[in-house]
């Protein structure tokens, strides 16, 4: 489909891309997953990219320009290597460096951005404890005051990158209950009291690490809070949005993965006398998962041209993360089909995506709070 928004830099940014993609990620991408994590030059790499830097002024080392269109190529190129643990593990750092820049203090934001977006370290986003996810209001970490800074106890969950990352940004509560108690804070790994376990064996996301992190009377200096004091609900909420952005666009390149190899198999198997692109269901198969990709990409690129008109579409954001995702899991559901017996074995991006459509559904605003914030931006 002919993009209305396409410019020759966006072309040439999408060329490069995905040249790079094909050159330097997606023969290894399996090997990774199975090995369990990315070379950490690969961060450096991408990095030069420029595509940790949408948004960064030039003199913290970022591009000194944003562009929604491009952070949504970045996306859906990305997720033609068909490992989404690839992405997670490079764009930890994309949903913790916003903060940091917008609001860390001048010390900690001059040291820090250049080396998160140079890739030479990593950052991650605190804000999911054992006690829940979505409900980002009751988090129960806490932060009391101390001196001339702030004890920190509790523990969060799930964190991407939390066994990699030497810089965390991090939800505590330091007033009341509900959203107006929670404030933000900047924490390195090596503070005392700050430790760490991986979490294993999951379902999907192999060569990306998600940690729990535990924080034991971690003491932080009073410049450490990034924003004002219990006014961090609003900074977490709005940071969601180019996050969802990033997995709307992850989302619709899983997607248009799932229909090209559908396409390459079904010319290719023969069943009954014919290729299986011969046979009707089949054909109607693709028509199906051809049409709902078409929708979720001029959704997306709709969205993309709000956000550069400066008018961030919270409501269109939450609604196009659901729909996203539940075009991925029919379009994956539908692909793993086609390739019958041959899918199901390890080894191949459609096996990998069947696997990994769960967590682009639950990480980063679950369907059902997508749902609930969509209608609540209704006037609901
Ligand atoms: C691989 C992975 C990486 C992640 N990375 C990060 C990270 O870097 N940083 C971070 O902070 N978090 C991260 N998360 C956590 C993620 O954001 C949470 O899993 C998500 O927000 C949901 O929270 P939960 O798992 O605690 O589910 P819960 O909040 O316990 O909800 C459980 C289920 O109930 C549903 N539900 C909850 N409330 C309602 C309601 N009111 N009505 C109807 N249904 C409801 C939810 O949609 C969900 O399906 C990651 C998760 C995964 C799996």
């Not at 997670?88 to 001059?110: Q, W």
């Not at 977490?236 to 996050?243: D, K, P, R, W």
């Not at 046979?279 to 693709?286: A, D, F, G, L, S």
Request: aromatic share 10%; glycine share 12%; net charge negative.
């Amino acid at each position: 489909m002919r993009n209305p928004f396409d410019t020759p830099e966006r072309e040439a940014f999408r060329d490069t891309v995905r040249s790079f993609v094909a050159r330097d990620i997606t023969p290894f991408a399996d090997g990774w997953d199975e090995a369990g994590e990315i070379p950490w030059e690969l961060h450096q790499k991408v990095a030069e990219l420029g595509v940790f830097g949408f948004g960064i002024p030039e003199e913290h080392g970022g591009l000194g320009f944003d562009d929604a269109f491009m952070r949504a190529i970045w996306a859906v190129e990305l997720a033609a290597c068909g490992a989404g643990g690839v992405g997670a593990a490079l764009g930890g750092r994309t949903i913790s460096i916003d903060p940091i820049v917008k609001f860390a203090s001048p010390e900690i934001r001059d040291r820090v951005v250049p080396e998160i977006v140079s890739g030479r370290k990593g950052s991650s986003l605190g804000i999911t404890e054992p006690g829940g996810g979505s409900d980002v209001a009751n988090l129960k970490t806490s932060a009391r005051k101390d001196g001339n800074g702030w004890r920190i106890s509790g523990s969060k969950t799930f964190i991407t990158g939390g066994m990699t990352s030497d810089y965390f940004v991090i939800g505590a509560r330091t007033g009341g209950e509900g959203m107006g108690g929670v404030s933000l804070f900047f924490i390195e790994w090596g503070a005392e009291g700050f430790t760490r376990t991986a979490l294993e064996r999951k379902m999907g996301w192999w060569c990306s690490d998600q940690a729990t992190l535990y924080f034991d009377d971690v003491f932080v200096p009073a410049d450490a809070m990034i924003g004002p004091e219990n006014a961090g609900f609003m900074v977490v909420m709005n940071n969601f949005n180019l996050e969802r952005l990033g997995l709307i666009a992850g989302s619709l390149g899983m997607a248009k993965v799932c229909l090209e190899d559908s396409i390459a198999w079904a010319k290719e198997r023969v069943t009954f006398g014919k290729p299986l692109i011969r046979h009707q269901v089949i054909r109607h198969k693709i028509a199906d998962m051809s049409a709902r990709i078409d929708a979720l990409e001029a959704y997306t690129n709709q969205i993309c041209w709000q956000i550069n008109e400066g008018d961030m579409p919270v409501a269109e954001l939450s609604k196009a993360k659901f729909f996203a995702t539940k075009t991925l899991e029919h379009v994956a559901s539908e692909a793993m089909q086609i390739l019958g017996g041959a899918g199901y074995l390890r080894g191949n991006r459609i096996e990998r995506i069947y696997r990994e459509v769960k967590v682009m559904a639950i990480g980063g605003g679950s369907e059902e709070i997508m749902k609930d914030l969509a209608v609540r931006q209704m006037g609901l």
